[in-house]
């Protein structure tokens, strides 16, 4: 019976229908209460229905029930980074990998985290200054107003302008975000790191960037298969 209702989970998972799985998970779970594998497969099922507590609660519970597991730690750190926390990400990756040193999905994982985190704190500062930041981020919106031109690289993302978003200079070149709904602006020379360019060359800003991370780590991590 928990064979079943296991192998009725796999197949909702692949096929994108994960509400199901997790109801089948649950169903194998109450008729075998100490499989990791059951309750790995849910925090899966739960994490690609961006339920990350319900999706950290399993992992946990994986590890406890396994905690010689590596694919257990991978599932704790995808929780954690889907609710943000990226320094336990990181932790709950590095104690995978130390049990496990060369699984791929862990090394990625870590790396995702890593990246995630130091975005992150770059981001903090901006939030210590209350109406500063609101005044920046006013300035920022009128960017949305300027025609743009190019320089160097994409059409889409080099503009004249005279609000950067971090020295407020008034005559220099600046990059702007190549989301359409964002309007940050930026020096190059004012960027506190290089910026970040994806492979066609648009920039992105720092949270940009952390958004496009994340949603392309879910996004594969849902086309993989549950065991």
């Not at 220099?172 to 004012?190: F, G, K, M, N, P």
Request: glycine share 6%; hydrophobic share 30%.
């Amino acid at each position: 019976m928990a064979d079943e209702a296991k192998a009725k989970g796999n197949a909702a998972y692949a096929s994108g229908d994960f509400d199901s799985a997790v109801n089948h998970f649950t169903e194998a779970i109450n008729l075998t209460l100490t499989n990791h594998i059951l309750f790995s497969n849910r925090s899966a099922a739960h994490a690609s229905l961006h339920h990350y507590n319900e999706a950290l609660s399993d992992a946990k519970k994986t590890v406890e029930l396994k905690p010689d597991w590596g694919k257990g730690y991978s599932r704790i750190g995808a929780s954690h980074l889907g609710l943000h926390q990226f320094d336990e990400a990181v932790e709950a990756y590095s104690k995978g990998l130390e049990i496990d040193p060369s699984n791929q999905g862990l090394k990625s994982g870590l790396a995702d985290a890593s990246r995630s985190r130091k975005i992150e704190k770059k981001r903090k500062p901006e939030t210590e200054f209350g109406e500063e930041k609101d005044k920046k981020q006013k300035k920022a919106q009128s960017q949305e107003e300027l025609g743009r031109v190019k320089v160097s690289g994409s059409d889409e993302n080099v503009v004249k302008s005279k609000t950067c978003f971090v020295c407020d200079g008034e005559d220099d070149w600046v990059l702007v975000c190549y989301r359409e709904e964002c309007s940050i602006a930026v020096h190059q020379s004012c960027a506190s790191d290089e910026p970040d360019f994806d492979e066609f060359g648009n920039f992105y800003c720092p949270y940009c960037w952390y958004k496009r991370v994340v949603s392309k780590y879910v996004e594969l991590k849902e086309k993989l298969m549950v065991k």
